[in-house]
């Protein structure tokens, strides 16, 4: 996996997230490695090698991040698209914004 911060500003806690079935994930932090958190420096590429199971769409792989403002965001990998991390959330768990409003109040 490799992601290239095109901003302006570093990017913290970034990671890669996809349901792959049911009760199987992928949620992996890219930047801690060995040496412990790391943040992705404009113009910088971080790679990260990522060992998955089963083979998965790239429409349902998205990378998470943090902004300098502390908004959450995601990046869809298929097309690059920018979106909030609650929508990301829902389409990268297959979860229609219908059902995730009404686990919202069942819970």
């Not at 040496?35 to 910088?44: D, K, R």
């Not at 089963?54 to 908004?71: C, M």
Request: aromatic share 10%.
């Amino acid at each position: 996996m490799s992601v290239f911060n095109g901003s302006s500003t570093p990017l913290h806690a970034v990671s890669l997230f996809s349901k792959i079935d049911e009760g199987t994930y992928i949620d992996e932090v890219l930047t801690v490695d060995a040496s412990g958190p790391t943040t992705i420096n404009p113009g910088a590429t971080y790679t990260k090698e990522v060992a998955l199971q089963k083979h998965i769409g790239r429409e349902r792989l998205f990378i998470f991040f943090i902004s300098k403002d502390g908004a959450r965001w995601a990046r869809r990998l298929s097309d690059g698209r920018l979106m909030r991390q609650g929508r990301a959330w829902r389409l990268a768990n297959d979860i229609s914004a219908w059902h995730a409003l009404i686990a919202r109040f069942i819970s």
